[in-house]
């Protein structure tokens, strides 16, 4: 949330559901700076520790870390207008589920390597629901086959990033890192294609991939159909 300050300036308010020691929380509220160019920017309620505290199963930790996230939101007098997905494909049902409420869920991809955050949805413009969208300001994003050469609009191949977000390498691991950054780039290992207007899709990962009869065959697309 964006306050405007009567007497000139802005200061911004963000929820903290995880911890912000993770990369992933360092990378959002930094971008959220640049966007919002606040003034001041003041940290929501870092409820991480406490929720810690309070886990008594495992399995249902998350769902109550971000239900007790929620929750503390709305104790504030927050009112969820937009939220953001990641780590995993979106279903179309849950998509359509925040449709129907009004509000606005906007899928995006990014994993560690990148600094967790490649592109999304955009917030202003056409979005597309199963698709994790356009790349980030200062990055770049190609669909590659096994060559490491970018192939047509609608074919699948391999998913690479560019951008000073990407790592060095891994730590004491040059095998691994070799492997990993090619030329520059930074492959994921995740499956994709990018449709007629430049947006993304992932279908699977690269070891996940079933080859039956000379068909591809990703696990996203069995899942769809479950």
Known sequence: RTYR??????????????????????????????????TWFVPGVDIAERLQRQREVKQDAR???VTE?????????????????????????????????????????GLSEGTCASSINPLDGT??????GLPLKGQEMRIVDDQGEEVPRGEVGEIVVRG???MKGYYRNEKATQETLKHGWLHTGDLGHQDEDGYFFIVGRKKEMIIRGGENIYPKEIEEVL
Not at 5 to 32: E, P, S, V, W
């Open 5 to 38: 300050m009567t007497h000139g300036g802005t200061f911004a308010i963000f929820l903290a559901c995880d911890a912000l020691r993770h990369g992933y929380q360092a990378t959002i509220y930094t971008y959220n700076l640049t966007v919002f160019d606040p």
């Open 63 to 65: 769902l109550r870390h």
């Open 69 to 109: 996230g929620y929750l503390e939101f709305l104790r504030l007098g927050g009112r969820l207008r937009v939220a953001n997905s990641g780590g995993a494909p979106l279903p179309r049902e849950v998509a359509e589920f925040f449709h129907a409420i009004d509000i606005l869920i906007l899928e995006g991809y």
């Open 127 to 132: 979005r597309k629901i199963g698709s994790i």
């Open 164 to 166: 000073e977000n990407v």
